[in-house]
């Protein structure tokens, strides 16, 4: 037995679906004890979008380090943080005409998460939320409360109420209108609906299977959000900092949201760091009313803006997600033209795009293929029936495409496989 058997609790998961124990990460490459290489689609499950160990960041991490800069500060003022809001608001906020106050939660996506929800309850004086179908949000007790997996809900321990789902863009196909459904229940007293303090929304589901919003469903969402009088939370966690293309991942849509969460690649450098951004006019905490020791992880803010700065200071970098994007959806195409839509649909937007497959075993059989022709790759879904891919933003194009040829190769042996013991 290993160490890790011996006395790691049974909750880990991603250690059973990669058993080897890894050492050294450069890029979108992933090395094992062993020296074997292996390409990285999964990127920290979004984390890692400038990649393992992004040369950039690094250099800024060290140098701040070798000069004895501030550590752990709490909420206090540092120059590291003033670094950061400078970056933030000059590089993303500013050119997109964006006004927001920055809250900094607890380091990860569902602290952020927890606090905006807790925020628009306190603003509004209601207590209800309404969250979407196949929706992920992390799974702290408020957050996993407005998380739609089962599995996920089925840890909490105890019963999690104070939120409303509604269907998600295209939950009931493409004909029907969820949004005059939802327009309907929130208008009618005797609904049983109540009137929520916020709805909160992913514009691509991560984990709940790369579904897109497009962006006509999310402008309706935003105007039925200001017809009743309910904040809107943009949770951006995953599909924000660039994974879709633009920095945000609503910024197609021309949308306003009252609240934005943001985590994961954040940093830059797989270092903790979430923030909430919120409308000022609805900064009405009292100081130290919501809180967290670690609100303020000044080696993420000196990456963080280290990344702002070099990859987001013009529009090229955008416009390779762009070029790499489009390099995935033609490969996904060729792939489901070949073994049709029911087999493998292509699913997502930017480089957060997957093929849905006919069912969670099949996928999971595509990513344990894909594992052992040195590709690391995950799924998702609500059966987890999507593969995934998520590599990091910079991948060289050379290196996504023989991940995509490698995906290409474990599909057919999967599928071509169950074609002949179907025959037989």
Not at 29 to 56: C, E, R, S, W
Not at 163 to 180: F, I, Q, T
Request: net charge negative; hydrophobic share 40%.
């Amino acid at each position: 037995m290993t160490i890790f058997d011996r006395l790691e609790s049974e909750v880990q998961s991603y250690a059973r679906s990669f058993p080897v124990t890894f050492d050294k990460a450069q890029g979108e490459h992933l090395y094992d004890t062993n020296g074997k290489q292996y390409i990285d689609f999964l990127a920290g499950a979004g984390t890692l979008n400038y990649g393992h160990n992004n040369p950039v960041l690094k250099q800024a991490l060290v140098d701040y380090i070798m000069r004895d800069g501030i550590t752990h500060g709490l909420d206090m003022h540092t120059s590291a943080k003033g670094d950061f809001l400078q970056a933030f608001n000059e590089h993303i906020l500013a050119p997109r005409d964006m006004e927001y106050t920055f809250q900094f939660t607890g380091p990860t996506g569902t602290n952020a998460v927890e606090a905006a929800l807790k925020l628009a309850r306190k603003v509004t004086g209601r207590t209800s939320i309404v969250s979407f179908t196949n929706g992920f949000h992390g799974v702290t007790l408020g957050a996993v409360a407005a998380t739609g997996n089962s599995h996920h809900r089925g840890g909490a321990g105890v019963a999690l109420g104070d939120v409303n789902r509604m269907p998600y863009c295209g939950y009931y196909g493409r004909d029907a209108d969820s949004l005059k459904m939802m327009d309907k229940l929130l208008s009618d007293p005797s609904s049983g609906v109540d009137l929520p303090a916020a709805m909160i929304v992913e514009p691509v589901q991560g984990e709940g299977g790369l579904n897109v919003a497009n962006n006509d469903w999310l402008r309706g969402l935003e105007k039925l959000c200001r017809k009743h009088d309910i904040l809107l939370i943009i949770d951006d966690i995953q599909a924000g900092c660039g994974r879709t293309g633009t920095f945000f991942s609503f910024e197609a849509s021309g949308i306003k949201p009252d609240i934005i969460t943001m985590s994961k690649s954040l940093s830059g450098f797989g270092l903790p760091f979430a923030i909430v951004l919120l409308r000022p006019d609805l900064d009405v905490w009292e100081p130290g009313e919501h809180n967290g020791t670690f609100r303020g992880n000044n080696h993420a803010f000196v990456t963080a803006a280290a990344a702002i700065r070099h990859y987001w200071k013009d529009d090229k970098f955008a416009e390779d997600i762009v070029e790499k994007s489009a390099i995935v959806s033609h490969r996904f195409k060729k792939i489901s033209d070949r073994y049709g839509v029911t087999q493998m649909q292509p699913k997502g937007r930017g480089m957060m795009q997957g093929l849905a497959c006919a069912d969670g075993e099949t996928a999971s059989e595509i990513g344990r293929a894909c594992f052992d022709r040195g590709l690391i790759i995950e799924t998702c879904g609500n059966r987890d029936q999507v593969v995934k891919v998520f590599c990091p933003l910079t991948i060289d194009k050379g290196e996504l495409v023989r991940g995509l040829d490698i995906m290409t190769d474990a599909i057919a042996e999967v599928l071509d496989k169950a074609l002949e013991k179907k025959a037989s």
